[in-house]
């Protein structure tokens, strides 16, 4: 059976059912659970590390009506994270690929960003459809413009991370084809095609790691702008 190049990015099946349920929960095995003591294991003291660098950058512009969100996105990075670098591994699949996902976690995140300021200050939020100083001629316009930027935030976040986790799994499969191809025809060719590819792959990891960061930043942003 010949498979295309977009055929990694459809959900496995097992028994009929799709197995992105469990490649979702894959990542949370791989955290060590904290014990009771002051002092754990040199994994466990990493990643309390990193959890806490994550979520002293994603909480430091945000104000203390803030910081009610930082489980929520410290967890959010997280699992991004885990997903992202898990899919770059051979015969593995990536659920953020999926733009129904990213959509399905981007919207209503985003939509409790927007309500949480129209509730707590919603003369500052409907004044962000509008700059200030703005010439009576240009404001209907204008108002359009802005509110449509606003609704089409979800839409970005969603797309800009699946498009740049497709791009780089799609070149890191099309140079692999291309090494293996060119292995009994051109030597030489194929190990300057390996040396491209793993410097794609290099470059990929710090993509998954980026991509899930800027997603969640985003969002804090827009949350900043509510508070």
Do not use: C
Not at 208 to 219: D, H, R
């Amino acid at each position: 059976m010949n498979l295309s190049f977009f055929d990694q990015f459809s959900s496995p099946y097992l028994l009929g059912m799709p197995l992105i349920l469990p490649s979702l929960l894959l990542p949370t095995l791989l955290l060590p659970s904290p014990g009771r003591r002051w002092v754990n294991n040199r994994l466990s003291t990493i990643q309390l590390w990193f959890i806490r660098l994550i979520t002293k950058q994603l909480m430091t512009p945000l104000n203390k009506a803030g910081h009610k969100w930082a489980l929520l996105l410290t967890s959010l990075i997280l699992m991004l994270l885990f997903i992202n670098l898990l899919g770059l591994l051979p015969y593995t699949f990536t659920p953020t690929t999926q733009l129904s996902m990213n959509m399905a976690l981007a919207f209503p995140l985003w939509l409790a960003t927007l309500l949480t300021g129209l509730r707590n200050q919603p003369s500052t939020s409907l004044g962000h459809l509008l700059p200030e100083g703005t010439p009576t001629p240009l404001i209907p316009a204008l108002i359009m413009i802005e509110t449509t930027s606003l609704l089409i935030r979800p839409l970005a976040l969603g797309v800009r991370l699946t498009a740049n986790l497709t791009a780089g799994h799609l070149l890191i499969q099309l140079i692999s084809t291309a090494t293996i191809t060119l292995l009994p025809m051109m030597p030489s060719i194929s190990a300057l095609t390996a040396i491209i590819l793993f410097l794609l792959t290099i470059l990929e990891v710090a993509v998954a790691m980026i991509q899930a960061y800027v997603f969640v930043l985003l969002l804090s942003l827009y949350l900043q702008e509510n508070i």
